[in-house]
């Protein structure tokens, strides 16, 4: 099975910039969407974005002009970049990997804890 390895998380201030990365591995073909969901505590958990193998990207109204994903092909590695972080960005980071952007994650990694204070 594919298994999703991440890292990037932490503690900023409002304002701040981190940077996320996924590594998949196990996977006898490459993957064709990767993405990024998150969860807060007491909510569900929400989309965030995606990009496609041939590096089409979707992200949701709340995080466009902050936040970008990107790809690494060679290396099943996702990527996303948060600048100008908000205390509602503040949540549980997970990867995932869909067959397409149309059907739901098939496999999630760990999460990476992300927050951002005021």
């Known amino acids: 099975q594919v298994q999703l390895a991440e890292s990037g998380g932490g503690y900023v201030q409002a304002g701040g910039s981190l940077r996320l990365s996924c590594a998949a591995s196990g996977s006898r073909f490459s993957i064709n969407v990767l993405g990024w969901y998150r969860q807060a505590p007491g909510k569900q958990r929400e989309f965030v974005a995606s990009?496609?193998?041939?590096?089409?990207?979707n992200y949701r109204d709340s995080v466009k002009g902050r936040f970008t994903i990107s790809r690494d092909n060679a290396k099943n590695t996702v990527y996303l970049q948060m600048n100008s972080l908000k205390p509602e960005d503040t949540g549980v980071y997970y990867c995932?990997?869909?067959?397409?952007?149309?059907?739901?994650?098939?496999?999630w990694g760990q999460g990476t804890q992300v927050t951002v204070s005021s």
């Open positions: 995932s990997t869909a067959w397409s952007s149309n059907w739901s994650p098939d496999y």
């Open positions: 990009v496609t193998r041939g590096g089409s990207t």
